[in-house]
């Protein structure tokens, strides 16, 4: 069974810094393009970071410059560095996976609580 557990949320202040962990199981994730996406109160979910098993990466335009996803593929883990952080971070971050010519997300992790104050 395939599981993607989110870990180092939490409350920050403005202009600081949090990094997320995803430890992912349950198969071979070689291959497999592997990110996070996150939902803020009544919005909708959005992408935010993604890396692929070669390495290459994607951001979304509200958060490039500012966090850094990274990937240990020996411990099918991936991270996100968030820097600079802002209010409007504010959301519930998901770690998710898919095979990497594929177009949608096949797994999503339970998701880790980000809440940034002013």
């Known amino acids: 069974q395939v599981q993607l557990v989110e870990s180092g949320g939490g409350m920050v202040q403005a202009g600081g810094s949090l990094r997320l962990s995803c430890a992912a199981s349950g198969r071979s994730f070689v291959s497999y393009t592997m990110g996070w996406f996150r939902q803020a109160p009544g919005k909708e979910r959005e992408f935010v970071a993604a890396r692929g098993w070669s390495g290459n990466t994607h951001y979304a335009d509200s958060v490039k410059g500012r966090f850094t996803i990274s990937r240990d593929n020996a411990k099918n883990t991936v991270y996100l560095q968030m820097n600079s952080l802002k209010p409007e971070d504010t959301a519930v971050y998901y770690c998710?996976?898919?095979?990497?010519?594929?177009?949608?997300?096949?797994?999503w992790g339970q998701g880790t609580q980000v809440t940034v104050s002013s």
């Open positions: 998710v996976a898919k095979y990497a010519l594929k177009d949608d997300y096949d797994y």
